[in-house]
């Protein structure tokens, strides 16, 4: 079972907050004493060195992006540093919820709530552009709503810095889907404008209470985002829509050029609704345009005797649509309408195989098919044969493996009724390697592990002892069937990792990690409520109590 460590460098670990790609810790900071965070970072198992080494450069790079900037709306980190193979950083702690949490208990937030938040947001990122930090993953999951009402922008994590070469290749798309851009979705250069289309998505979110480019996989997602303009919400009044559209243009040169410029925008448009003012026409109020010039009539059409095979109209002058048919002339009052000459389709082409061709090809596609499906079943029914021939012979070893265990077992349960643990402990060792479920073999050796600790005076022959004891009770109860005896077994092991705890304490007082750990599983292990278990917890109270 993993545990968070004790401390981290000068920070003392108080509890777990969080896991998701790094941890996160709730810590105490004894120099400065105050109240911290402390995001560790994890590396994925199996990563190569160079997956490592770039892992560690992001998150170094996340240290950078957020601890050259000191602003009231976004994270404060103090510290970035490593400690016994842990890399970690030091950051602001911070109480609240986030703006997802928000969003999805209220569904919307109203227009002042929502223009306070991101007026607040702009205002941080209008001081981490200034200083050459692009946040690309503007959201409401990494926007934290303090206790006291403020806004703190929050996870730097694949922050772009622009004074500083950049990690990511050209091609690679880093981000949320929802909230990308057009040129981060095609992994394009990126601006500070990037971040206002982020921002101008979550500012429709609040408002309306879902996202402007809905979808059900990335793919439609993006594909909405690059192509389609998103609805305006009913709610959102004309002022704010206008602010919103121009943050979620396509083009980055028509939208806002900063995020100072957005939030003015957005503050005279809260004005103007406030005030039933409008300085833009409504959208059914288009004002007139000084250079469009005035309509001229429209001559009537021609009109033209009806010609039905005609599908557009006929030219001034029409040409005869067949040759040798001339064109009837202009119908006048009194004469009736010339007969329409008849068109006769060209014969249908000659087919590329004769009918008797076609035929043989479909007897020989169907033979093949019967033979290779015959084919088939034989294979099949030979891999059945031997597949049973196999599981026949498996079957056979598996039970001439129990036997051998079983007579390890008898033959070791007769070594120590004349004293010989050790001949015993050869015999229920081949036991265990023959049957490894065989539960017989664990609690024998258990047990003779167990009492060679209690004979023991040696402290550090003990603690191994006592540890191997405790594993061996715990193998039993994992493939024992009985609920009665897995339950004893469990307890057996935690009491054996108790002693051993309490030889390692014996041993080394001030390596208490170890005593922990083993604590912590006698704890796993052993029933609640009952007496082991309030000795256990005594022992660690004491273990506690002296760090």
Known sequence: MSNPPTSLGQYQIIREIARSNDIVYEAYDPLMNRRCAIKELAMPPGATSQQQEERISRFKREAQAAGTLNHPNIMTVYSFAEDGGRTFMAMEYLDGCTLRNEIDTKGNL???????VVTEVLAGLEHA??????????????????????????????????????????GQVFGTPSYMSPEQVVG???????????????????????????????????YAIMNKEPDEPAQVPYPIW????????????????????????????????????????????VPPNPYQQTAQPIAPPIVYPFNPYQQAAPPPHPQPMYPGFPLAPPQQPGFAPQPIPIYYPPPPRRPLLPPESVIFLKRVVAAMIIIGTLFLLVIVGFMAAISAINSGAESKRVVMQQRAAQSYVAQAKKYLQVGQDIAAENSLNQAISANPKLVDAHINLAQLHQRGATAQTSDDLKLELWKQAAEEWHLA????DDAVERRTFQDNAANCYLNAAQSQYRIDPQ???????????????????????????????TVQAVS
């Open 110 to 116: 109203s227009l002042d709530r929502s223009i306070e």
């Open 129 to 170: 552009h200034s200083k050459g930090v692009i946040h690309r993953d503007i959201k409401p999951d990494n926007i934290q709503i303090l206790s006291s009402g403020g806004i703190k922008i929050t996870d730097f994590g694949i922050a772009r810095l622009t004074f500083q070469p950049n990690l990511t290749m050209d």
């Open 188 to 222: 394009r250069e990126i601006d500070a404008r990037s971040d206002l289309f982020s921002v101008g998505v979550m500012l429709y979110e609040m408002l309306s209470g879902h996202k402007p480019f809905a979808g059900d996989s990335v793919v439609s997602i993006t």
């Open 242 to 285: 206008q602010v919103i559209s121009r943050a979620l243009d396509k083009t980055p040169a028509m939208r806002y050029q900063s995020a100072a410029e957005m939030s003015a925008a957005l503050g005279q448009a809260a004005m103007a609704q406030q005030s039933g003012a409008m300085a833009m026409p409504s959208p059914t109020q």
């Open 477 to 480: 109860s994992q493939y024992t």
């Open 511 to 541: 390596n208490r990690q170890q005593v922990r750990d083993l604590l912590y599983q006698a704890q796993d292990l052993a029933s609640s409520p009952s007496e082991l278990r309030n000795r256990i917890d005594a022992f660690m109270a």
